[in-house]
C-alpha cells in the first residue's frame, strides 16, 4: 500500500540555524500539506500546495517557513532561523481527497 | 472559521467493552469530517471519513461513526474494543473532500484501555 514518507524522523538544530524537512507524497497525489503539533497540542494545519504553488497558509505560516518541490516526488518545508518554540512534530500529508499522513518528524531546536 | 471540540480529553474502557468518542463541529456548510488515531511515537492513520450520502460511515479496524447535522456531531463509535485500540483519536473537519484546503483538528481524545 503506498504511504507517505518522511526524513529524518528526528532532527536537533540549534537556535537560529535553517532545517529542511522532507517529504516524499503517494505518487499519484495532486494536493501536498504540511503540519505541525506541538508536544501536547493539536494538530495545526500550516500550508497545502499544488499545482506547483501554496494554495493556502494558516497564520502560522510567516516568512520563516517556505515549501517547494524540488523535483517530481520531493516535497519540501524550510525553516529559516529556528526558534525554540519551533520544536514539535511536523507532519506531510498528500491527497487527492482524503489526506494521507507521513510518520512524522520530530524538530527539537536547543 | 470551522472549529472541532472533543470534549473527553481522557477516556478509560475496559477492553470487550463498547466505546463512542464525541466530535462537535462548527462549520457553515456542509462539513467533510474525519476521524484519525495516532498511536505513541506515530504519525495519524485515517479511520474514516464523511463526505455526503449514508450518515453511517464504516472504517477500518472495526470502527464506524455517524453524521448528525441536527447535532452537529460526528461520533466515533466501537462495539467491542481491543488492548490494541489504546491511542489518541482526532477528529477533524475541511472544506472539501479534496483539495487544497487544509484540515482543522480537534484536540484529541486519549484512550486507555483497562484489562
Known amino acids: 500500500e503506498p504511504e507517505v514518507t518522511q526524513t529524518p524522523s528526528h532532527q536537533v538544530t540549534q537556535m537560529g540555524q535553517e532545517v529542511i524537512l522532507r517529504c516524499v507524497p503517494i505518487s499519484n497525489h495532486l494536493y501536498f500539506y504540511w503540519y505541525r503539533q506541538i508536544l501536547g497540542q493539536k494538530v495545526e494545519f500550516l500550508v497545502s500546495?499544488?499545482?506547483?504553488?501554496?494554495?493556502?497558509k494558516s497564520e502560522i505560516f510567516d516568512d520563516q517557513f517556505s515549501v517547494e518541490r524540488p523535483d517530481g516526488s520531493n516535497f519540501t518545508l524550510k525553516i529559516r532561523s529556528t526558534k525554540l518554540e519551533d520544536s514539535a512534530m511536523y507532519f506531510c500529508?498528500?491527497?487527492?481527497?482524503?489526506?494521507?499522513f507521513g510518520p512524522g518528524t520530530r524538530l527539537t531546536v536547543t | 472559521a470551522q472549529s472541532v471540540t472533543q470534549p473527553d480529553i481522557h477516556i478509560t474502557v475496559s477492553e470487550g467493552a463498547s466505546l463512542e468518542l464525541r466530535c462537535n463541529y462548527s462549520?457553515?456548510?456542509?462539513?467533510?469530517l474525519f476521524w484519525y488515531v495516532q498511536s505513541p511515537g506515530q504519525g495519524l492513520q485515517l479511520l474514516l471519513k464523511?463526505?455526503?450520502?449514508?450518515?453511517l460511515v464504516q472504517g477500518i479496524k472495526g470502527f464506524e461513526a455517524e453524521f448528525k447535522r441536527s447535532q452537529s456531531s460526528f461520533n466515533l463509535r466501537k462495539p467491542s474494543v481491543h488492548w490494541s485500540d489504546a491511542a489518541e483519536y482526532f477528529c477533524a473537519v475541511g472544506e472539501g473532500g479534496g483539495g487544497a484546503d487544509g484540515l482543522t483538528f480537534g484536540k484529541g481524545t486519549h484512550l486507555i484501555i483497562q484489562p
Open positions: 500546495f499544488y499545482n506547483n504553488e501554496i494554495s493556502e
Open positions: 464523511y463526505f455526503s450520502g449514508d450518515t
Open positions: 462549520y457553515g456548510a456542509t462539513p467533510y
Open positions: 500529508a498528500s491527497s487527492n481527497a482524503e489526506q494521507y
